[in-house]
């Protein structure tokens, strides 16, 4: 599906050149009263745009639903387009029009699905993804630069333009039935989550689940939708047998708060009601404080492991909030938009859990943070899980229950 390009669109295009020493060049098409074309300091060519005006739409909420606005483009990119209100389409076009964008849904062809890692800060080996971008649209998202990859920005391309790879169940049963493949947990949501608005339609997570189930493999969800109770009956059969642990996560109690920064998330009452009924279905959940923004969100800690450990909650975890690469221009632009009073105060607050750098990737630091407001977060929340009597880890799940998937026809060997 082609993006619809609006009149008020400037496009510019950046040729490198390819002799040595031949400077770029650069060619410009635009509508009236575009800008003057000047580089930026990554190296690539953009329009300057009218802040003050761009920052009267973001505010006035001209994105309604959305976590961020155009975003910068792709760190691999040479070219960037940006739309702005040139005054010429005034009483034709609205500029919120221009803004909105639907969210497209393409076919990612993967020819596999399950991926490892070694990191020494993760609880988990391996994991599936659905899906990749994310509708719910949360603006500090640390996965916004996976999109990158693929030529998009980490702003409202990770939120619009989604990839869904249909053949997830089948290409999962490959994987499992290798003869030389080990089990232990598969962790679902680890990029984007599985149970984002599009997944009610498509159900690929219900799909991964249904050939865990079959095999009796064991796996851990992470989801801040309420939508896991499309799946309750099937989870609370597998958590019978040892198979199923599930965290949602809950970063704030204020809805409005949350509308604002996680637009098409559940609302935090829901996601509070989720973790009541998973754990009445007898599904071990924890509750996942995250990110704790300081000077936004980190004064509902305590409150947020109460009400949680009130609704069923059996465990807890928390990390402050990390920005890498592109999420630091997405979250600074929201904050700048949102809360401007406080914009600087909190960017400077969360530099100094992380060495004066938006994220430092070093293992051991990069989920815990570092500094005096990073240690002060820290011991804020073990006092409060001793109190409450919240570990930091749930019961180790079965992996002596599983059993290879089997492939069609392999039944007929036996005759």
Not at 393 to 407: G, K, N, Q, S
């Amino acid at each position: 599906m082609k993006d619809r390009i609006s009149p008020t669109l400037t496009k510019t295009v950046r040729d490198a050149g390819h002799a040595a020493g031949k400077q770029a060049r650069t060619a410009v098409v635009s509508t009236p009263g575009c800008a003057a074309v000047a580089p930026s300091t990554a190296g690539r060519y953009r329009h300057r745009v009218d802040r003050a005006q761009a920052e009267v739409a973001r505010a006035k909420g001209y994105r309604k639903g959305r976590g961020s606005n155009e975003g910068p483009a792709g760190r691999f990119e040479l070219q960037e387009q940006v739309a702005f209100d040139d005054g010429w389409s005034s009483g034709q076009v609205r500029f919120e029009d221009l803004l909105s964008r639907p969210t497209t849904v393409s076919e990612d062809r993967a020819k596999s699905v399950l991926t490892f890692n070694q990191s020494p800060d993760l609880g988990f080996d391996r994991s599936v993804n659905p899906y990749r971008g994310c509708e719910h649209g949360c603006t500090y998202c640390y996965a916004r630069p996976s999109h990158a990859f693929m030529g998009l920005s980490a702003g409202l391309d990770f939120e619009t333009r989604l990839f869904a790879k249909y053949d997830v169940a089948r290409l999962l049963e490959d994987a499992l039935r290798k003869p030389n493949y080990r089990v232990a947990p598969i962790a679902l949501g680890t990029n984007t989550d599985p149970y984002q608005p599009i997944e009610r339609e498509l159900k690929l997570t219900a799909a991964v689940i249904d050939v865990l189930d079959t095999c009796h493999h064991p796996t851990t969800i992470v989801t801040k939708s309420a939508g896991i109770l499309r799946d309750l009956d099937r989870l609370a059969g597998m958590a019978e047998r040892g198979l199923v642990q599930v965290g949602i996560s809950v970063t704030t109690l204020d809805s409005g708060l949350s509308r604002r920064m996680e637009p098409r998330c559940s609302s935090p009452a829901r996601r509070l009601e989720a973790i009541a009924k998973l754990s009445e279905a007898g599904i071990p959940v924890r509750v996942m404080a995250s990110p704790m923004i300081p000077g936004l969100n980190d004064s509902e800690l305590e409150t947020i492991l109460a009400r949680a450990r009130e609704s069923g909650a059996r465990a807890a975890s928390m990390i402050p909030l990390r920005l890498p690469l592109e999420v630091r221009e997405v979250f600074g632009d929201w904050l700048q938009a949102n809360f401007p009073d406080r914009a600087e105060r909190v960017m400077k607050q969360v530099m100094s859990m992380h060495g004066g750098k938006a994220y430092d990737a070093t293992f051991g630091d990069r989920m815990r943070g570092k500094g005096p407001l990073a240690h002060i977060l820290r011991r804020r929340f073990e006092v409060a899980c001793q109190r409450l009597a919240l570990p930091a880890h749930l019961p180790p799940l079965r992996t002596d229950r599983f059993v290879r998937p089997e492939r069609a026809g392999d039944q007929l060997l036996l005759l």
